[in-house]
């Protein structure tokens, strides 16, 4: 599992928490990947880590999951998506041919592993990837594929994508084709990787599936993905609590007269004055005054929201303290070096 990355398009919160382990509807991220994981009988996990690798053998010490083994392999320096894969391949145990599943550890999908490994295996393909078609592939790269599910191409953002089928974030390997990826540079395994594999004539097939698919990676991602754990549009067994409106960790104080729903969330130790919290995620020990209402927001640890302020579409950074009446919408506040600073999108 990659988990290495910075996380920009997550800033602030990632400047101090890594995405994997940001909250995601009350327990880090990277919880539910686990859990679901362990549903399907996968019992062993290397992470690739390299952007604050300490903190995730902090938070999942003793290298333990509900009996799934989780190994920490760390870049030295970040190697790319490509590099991670190599990397942490000194931890395999499997034969040149046995299967490896590499996922993004961003990613929240439902799709059928069991599936996707099936295709592979009678395929007899080098590398499997998981497919997702979407209305508008505009926005991401495609990758185009032939009546038999083979993959013809990798395509860069384009204004007229040939297919609307997009790479998923999980992928199957032969072992042998991770050693063939270069360690001593990053290497992108999208950019680089899968085209030359293409180019020296390798067998890449594609599983395409379009079960609950989402990228965690942006902020309305995020508060879509955690909202659809908690309201349960996606199940996850690492979820603590009933599928609800929102869930409310304990050790946190909500006002009889809140208003919390479209599967908000909100932290231990995190005090909720009388506000509408709609579809938005509050960190531990947050603060968020009377007569607010917030709208998709990502609400950071320890962060004050004062009263009657008006937030949509906004990323608050851990311990930024936001003044009572504050009117925003789709900007990103934290506090630096004891400054609240604002930036819109
Ligand atoms: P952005 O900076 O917002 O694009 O996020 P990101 O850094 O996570 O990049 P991206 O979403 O493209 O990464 C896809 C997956 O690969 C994520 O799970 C990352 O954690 C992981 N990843 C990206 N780069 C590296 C790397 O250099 N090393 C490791 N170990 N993982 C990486």
Redesign the pocket.
């Known amino acids: 599992m990659?988990?290495?990355?910075?996380?920009?398009?997550?800033r602030p919160l990632t400047l101090t928490t890594?995405?994997?382990l940001l909250p995601v509807a009350g327990v880090p991220f990277l919880a539910h990947q686990f859990a679901r994981l362990r549903d399907v009988g996968v019992t062993r996990i290397i992470l690739?880590?390299?952007?604050r690798a300490d903190l995730f053998e902090e938070v999942f010490a003793g290298g333990d999951f509900d009996g799934v083994e989780l190994i920490f392999v760390t870049?030295a320096e970040?190697?790319?998506?490509g590099?991670?894969i190599a990397n942490a391949a000194a931890a395999l145990e499997s034969g040149p041919d046995d299967p490896v599943i590499v996922f993004?550890?961003?990613v929240l999908s439902g799709h059928d592993l069991g599936a996707q490994l099936a295709v592979h295996l009678t395929s007899g393909a080098e590398v499997t990837l998981h497919l997702v078609e979407v209305d508008d592939a505009r926005r991401f790269g495609c990758v185009p594929t032939d009546s038999s599910g083979r993959v013809t191409d990798f395509l860069e953002k384009m204004p007229n994508p040939v297919a609307n089928q997009i790479n998923a974030?999980c992928y199957i390997f032969k072992t042998r084709v991770i050693s063939t990826i270069p360690t001593a540079r990053?290497v992108s395994v999208e950019r680089e990787t899968f085209p030359n594999l293409l180019q020296a004539g390798a067998h890449i097939q594609a599983y395409v599936e379009t079960a609950y698919w989402l990228?965690l990676?942006t902020p309305a991602t995020y508060v879509q993905g955690s909202s659809d754990l908690v309201t349960g549009a996606i199940a996850s067994t690492a979820l603590p609590g009933a599928p609800g409106q929102a869930l409310v960790l304990d050790g946190a104080q909500v006002s009889s007269s809140a208003q919390l729903v479209d599967g908000s969330v909100v932290g231990t130790g995190a005090h909720i004055g009388d506000a509408a919290i709609i579809r938005s995620v509050i960190f531990d020990d947050a603060q968020v005054g009377s007569g607010v209402r917030l709208v998709d927001c990502l609400v950071g640890f320890g962060a004050v929201i004062g009263d009657s302020s008006q937030l949509e579409r906004c990323v608050i950074g851990d311990g930024a303290v936001i003044p009572a009446g504050q009117v925003l919408s789709d900007s990103r506040l934290w506090n630096q070096d004891g400054v609240l600073t604002i930036t819109s999108e």
């Open positions: 990659l988990v290495g990355g910075q996380g920009t398009r997550l890594p995405k994997p690739a880590t390299s952007y870049e970040p190697m790319g998506t590099g991670a993004n550890g961003d974030g990053p990228d990676g």
